[in-house]
């Protein structure tokens, strides 16, 4: 009687191994973990007068509140001022800034796993640009971010925190 043949050539599997899937090895690790849930909005689109000031400004000039929004986003990398004027150009030459602005949505939800809601990033671009600026402003400001400061000026103000929590130095005593 002949054994059966092995699966591969140069391999034992015993009863409490799993036979590899097809000839890979299953990948596994931090970068194959299952995908984070995603959450909804801290506001909805358009509650846009919980904040009668942002609500303003975007509707007077959106490109500077993206700005505030691109720099927070991008973590300082582009200054608000710059992001600014892009979009004021972009929208002066083809007056389609909004789907620049569609591209930091989609990096803001994919950073803090927001669901995309109600509808595509295009789309809530494309047909409510001022209110979904005004809910992107609101969700950094409901994470902590203070708009006004910008990255650098955040980051600041949080290593303010981290430093006043920092437990006090204790002098030795001096010993003859």
């Known amino acids: ?12 599997f015993s009863e409490a191994q799993p036979a590899p899937y097809g000839n890979r090895p299953i990948a596994t690790g931090p970068q194959y973990a299952a995908p984070q849930a995603l ?14 000031r942002n609500c303003c400004l975007t509707c007077c000039c959106p490109c500077v509140t993206f700005g505030q929004i691109a720099e927070i986003v991008d973590e300082g990398t582009i200054s608000g001022t710059a992001s600014t004027f892009v979009y004021a150009v972009i929208n002066g030459t083809t007056g389609h800034a909004c789907l620049y602005a569609c591209l930091y949505r989609q990096k803001m939800r994919s950073k803090y796993s927001l669901e995309e809601s109600p509808c595509d990033d295009w789309c809530v671009h494309c047909f409510c640009e001022s209110c979904s600026l005004c809910q992107e402003y609101r969700e950094l400001q409901n994470r902590g971010y203070d708009m006004a400061m910008g990255w650098q000026g955040n980051l600041q103000r949080n290593q303010g925190v981290a430093m006043t929590l920092t437990p006090p130095t204790i002098e030795p005593v001096m010993k003859r």
Request: aromatic share 12%; proline share 15%.
């Open 39 to 52: 959450v909804p909005w801290s506001t909805g689109l358009f509650d846009c007068c919980s904040d009668k």
């Open 1 to 12: 009687m002949n054994p059966s043949p092995k699966p591969y050539a140069n391999e034992q």
